[in-house]
Nanobody, 115 residues
């Protein structure tokens, strides 16, 4: 089992920045993919960014150039630095940890971009 604890969400004005964190604990894998997904009201959950255990990253087109995903293997933590935030980035952001054919989800953290 893997437990995920997210933090860093909140209210920010358009153009502002936030940094999300996701700490994993439990049965940690050597080979994994960690990612951030988001779900806006009335919309499906979508992938925002992901990073593998060897550091390969992937981003949704809508966030390329604005968001950066990174990891600290020593702390089993993944981060999502979000810059130049837009109102359309408003959503609940979920951390996902995938290894050995199983995926685990965090509880979600709210991000609201509004003036």
């Amino acid at each position: 089992q893997v437990q995920l604890v997210e933090s860093g969400g909140g209210l920010v004005q358009p153009g502002g920045s936030l940094r999300l964190s996701c700490a994993a604990s439990g049965t940690i894998c050597n080979i994994y993919v960690m990612g951030w997904y988001r779900q806006a009201p009335g919309k499906q959950r979508e992938l925002v960014a992901s990073i593998t255990s060897v550091g390969s990253t992937n981003y949704a087109d809508s966030v390329k150039g604005r968001f950066t995903i990174s990891r600290d293997n020593a702390k089993n933590t993944v981060y999502l630095q979000m810059n130049s935030l837009k109102p359309e980035d408003t959503a609940v952001y979920y951390c996902n940890y995938y290894c050995n054919g199983r995926g685990y989800w965090g509880q979600g953290t709210h991000v609201t971009v509004s003036s």
